[in-house]
Each structure stands twice: as structure tokens, then as C-alpha cells.
């Protein structure tokens, strides 16, 4: 089974290398490769889940073995998190392929477009799986450069300006998380993160540990839009075609940011309550100020862009309580709910605001508007999309029965039982006013006629783009199962066990 774990990287790495060649001459293989490569991608993460042995499955580069106890091989490593983190890139990434079929019609230089997708693809799979840090950053470095691209496709003035501004903080986070890596590679002598991991726990320089620690949290912060590291992604996330950003704000900053942080700080660094309390701070503080900034908006993606940083700091505020609760040995129930609650909220988001995402291109492509003002009585005219739109706006304000209600609730669970009382409150107050901000979109966008013009010629959107809005719309209530425990136990534990035991990572994979 572990012969399989490469083909996470090779296949959509191929797929970029054979669009621009053949896709020259056959039309629309670039559409067709692309998402029967995303759709194999899928397949091959049900299968990890369904067959998972509950230990990680490792994979030698090479096939090197550890020289004199020392793992000199590249590790490609699939554990439950690893996983759960490829169940979301891999469903999210094949119902966008599906949706730029016809989204894209109306662009140019497809085969680009769909290359850099596949592009974007390996890095995200590659940073999941990787076992060592400057693979890590390879691979990192791999899907920022294709979502530069992305972002820019347009070629317009916005889009290039968005990139740039995207490029020049991306650029700036490379270099601190690269200045990092060099640092421990530096004390460790390895860039195997259960051996460096190994390490440092016997380590005795504190104060290096913990100045390494914050080059890391504000590259990797940058990388997941955490307030104050956020300038880019609004502009970013507004500007890219809809499909881009979907997976920017679904999947992308959760691989390359989140991901990252929780890999490297409960499975290489031992945990301390200060970087713990300063995550947790960061998360608490993009969740309520990206809810504000959010609210003023009347372009919708800039809405959603903003509202995108809200919900990463639910995720960054539940694995952060877990963070705390664990390096202060509190009660280990506790803190795997709370990181449990992250964790369910991290999928949830990939569904609720990647449909969103989804839903404003389809509005966009057939109003050429995005500005809220300008539109209205769009609900007779463009059924699924309202309604698809609408389960999404409940999903992500944390109404029942959809996705969102109960990864909040057991935040906010975990937060009391914790003692944690104000980011509790913090978290009904911002589901509050996450939910006054959608209702504002659902009400202008879809209901108001107010700001309607002439309806008669929109319709609703093609069947691809129907088909993935559709998709994420049953799995914003499908995802609601994983409160029940044997479904939880297939799909969510084995993510949870991965961080609750983190002392046990570096064992299984060095043996030692």
C-alpha cells in the first residue's frame, strides 16, 4: 500500500507536463486529464481511508535506508493526518476541475490554466506527504508559484496587482520559513522532521528553539493569511479566476499554512505554552477581525476572501486550545476535542467556502458583476445557485442541521470545558455576525429587487458548473455525519490521534 502514496505527487505532476504538449493538438484533453486525474486522486484517498492500518505508511525515495541510524532517504510519510489533509485537496480540487469546463469558456490559454492547476495540485499533495523539511518547502514553493500564475490568469490591471502583492509577501514568507529551515538544519545536522524532532526534544538551547519557532509561525502565518500576515489575500482571492479561488481559500492556505504549523509544531518541536498562547492569539484575532472586515464589503468574493480569514481563526483557535491544554498537561479529553473541533472545521470550511467561491463565479459569469449593489432577483433566474448558496451561507454561519453547526459547537464545547470563557463568547458573537454579513449577501444578491436590472436573459449556469455547486452543497450537510462516532472514528480520529500523540510520530518513522 505504501507503493501507492507517490502517485499522489506523480499523477497530477504528469498531468502538468503532458497538457501543454498534447493539449496542442487534441482540444479539450487538457479539461479531460485534468479531471480524471483529480477524480483518480479521490478514489485513491477513499481507499487510504477505508484500508487505513492506523500506523503511517512510509515511502523511500530511492529506496535508501537509514545510514548508521541517520534517515538520509526522501520520506514520503501518509498518516491519519496526512490523510484527511489529501481528502480535502483531492474532492475539492477534482469539483473545481469539473466547474472551469465551462467556467473557463470564456478565457484564453486554457491549457496554462489547467497545467498550473495540476501544478498547484502536486505541490499541496507533496507539502501534505513530505517527511522532511526542504521537500516541504520544495513542494511549498511549487503551489505558490502556479497560484502566482493563477492569481494573474485574468491579466487584467486588478489581477496583475494582486498577484504582485501576492508574490512579494509569498516571496517574504519563503525566505522566513527557508531562514528557518537552515537554522534547524544548522542545530539538527538533518532535515528529516522526525529525526530533527528526535533532536530538539533532548535539546537543551531553549532560546534557540523558540527564535526558530517564530521565523516559522510568521512564514507559515503568512502563508495562511492569519491577521496581521493578511494583506494579500484579499486582493488575491478577488482577483483570481473563481475556480482559483476556491482552492486558494479551501484548500490552499490550509495545506501550505495550517497543515504545516500543526505538522512541525506537535510532531518535530515539543510544545510550550508560550507558542501555544501565541497561536491560539493569532487564531482568536483573525476570527473576530476577519468577521468585521468582512461585514463592510459589497464585492462578494472580497466578502468572502475576508470572511475566509474569520474562518481559518475558528480552525487556528480550536488546535490552538489544544495546543495549550497539552503543554500545560491539562485534561487530554479536553484538548483532543478541541483539536478535533479545528480539524472538523478545516474540512467544513473546504466545502462551505469553496461552494461559496463557486457561487460567486457562476453570479459573476452571468451578471459580469460582482458588486452586491448591483445585483438582485437573481433567485428565479438562477435557482441552483441560490439555493446552493443559501445551504452554503447557513453552513458557514453555524445554523443546523449543515456542517458548520457542529464543528463550532464543539469548539465552543471545548472552549468552556477548557476555561477558555472569552474566546467561547468570542465564538458565538463572530457566528452572529458571520451569519448578519450572509444574510446581507443572500438578501442583495438573490431577493433584492432594489438593484435589479434586466433578468431576462440570465440563466442559470452550465451542467459542469451546476454539477460541483451541487456536490458541495450535499456534502455542507454530508459532513455533518462526522459528529457521529462510526463515521468520526473512519475519517476524523485518526487525524486527532496523529497530534494527541505526537511523542510516538518520530518512533514510527525512524525506529528509534
Sequence with gaps: MSQLIPLFVIIPLVAAFLIPIIGKFLEGFQKVLTSVAFLSLSVLTVYFICAGTGEPLLYTVGGWEPVRGIPIAIYLVADGLSIFMLAITSVVGFLVSVYS?????????????????????????????????????????????ASYALVAFGIEKQELEASFKYQVLGGIASVLILFGVTMLYWKTKTLNIADAGNILRTSQDKSFVVFTQLFLITGFGLKAALIPFHAW????????PSPISAMLSGVLIKAIGIYAIIRLFFNMFTLSDEMAVTITALGAVSMVLGSFLAMYQWDIKRMLAFSSISQVGYIVTGIGMGMIILARNGDQRVAALAISGGLFHMINHAAFK???????????????TRNMKSLGGLSRSM???????MGASLAISGVPPFNGFFSKLIIIIAAIQGKFYLLAALAVLISIVTLAYFMKFQKYTFFNRQGARDRKKIKEVPFAMCFSMIVLAVLCLGLSLLIFPGIREVVLDPAVRVIMNASEYAPSITGF
Design 354 to 368: 469553496g461552494l461559496l467561491f463557486l457561487n460567486a463565479g457562476a453570479i459573476e459569469h452571468e451578471t459580469h
Design 233 to 240: 489575500l484579499p486582493d488575491a482571492h478577488s482577483s483570481a
Design 101 to 145: 469546463i465551462s467556467y473557463l469558456n470564456r478565457f484564453t490559454a486554457q491549457n496554462n490554466f489547467f497545467a498550473l492547476l495540476c501544478l498547484m495540485m502536486g505541490g499541496m499533495n507533496g507539502v501534505v506527504l513530505s517527511g522532511d523539511l526542504f521537500n516541504l518547502f520544495v513542494f511549498m514553493e511549487i503551489a505558490v508559484i
Design 383 to 389: 435557482p441552483i445557485t441560490a439555493s446552493t448558496s
